[in-house]
Nanobody, 114 residues
Framework: QVQLVESGGGLVQPGGSLRLSCAAS????????MSWYRQPPGKGREWVAT???????NYAGSVKGRFTISRDVAKNTVYLQMDSLKPEDTAVYYC????????WGRGTQVTVSS
C-alpha cells in the first residue's frame, strides 16, 4: 500500500494562493494516476484534479484555470498550486494514488476567508 502525506494547507484570503504537496512512499512514475480530491464542510468528497503516469493533467470545471497539478518524480511528490482562491474552495484536500487497491492521505485543511 502506498503511503501518502499531504501538507501545505492553511488559512488564506480570497484571491490568494496556496500550494499543496503530497509525498508518496512509492515511485509515482509507477502509479497509474495521482489525484487531488476535496471535501467541503457538510458535503461529500469531490474530485479536483488528476495527473497520469504519462504527465497528462485533467481538472474539474470549478477549478480549471485556477489550479495546477504537477509532480516531481525525483521527490515522489505531487503538487496542487491553487490561485485565485474563493471561499467555496474551503475544504479538506486529500491526495489519492490509483495503484493496486488505491490509497488516500489523511488530508490537509484549506480555509479561504477574509
Amino acid at each position: 500500500q502506498v503511503q501518502l502525506v499531504e501538507s501545505g494547507g492553511g488559512l488564506v484570503q480570497p484571491g490568494g494562493s496556496l500550494r499543496l504537496s503530497c509525498a508518496a512512499s512509492y515511485s509515482i512514475e509507477r502509479i497509474n494516476a495521482m489525484s487531488w480530491y476535496r471535501q467541503p464542510p457538510g458535503k461529500g468528497r469531490e474530485w479536483v484534479a488528476t495527473i497520469t503516469s504519462g504527465g497528462s493533467a485533467n481538472y474539474a470545471g470549478s477549478v480549471k484555470g485556477r489550479f495546477t497539478i504537477s509532480r516531481d518524480v525525483a521527490k515522489n511528490t505531487v503538487y496542487l498550486q491553487m490561485d485565485s482562491l474563493k471561499p467555496e474552495d474551503t475544504a479538506v484536500y486529500y491526495c489519492h494514488a490509483n495503484y493496486q487497491m488505491g490509497s488516500w492521505g489523511r488530508g490537509t485543511q484549506v480555509t479561504v476567508s477574509s
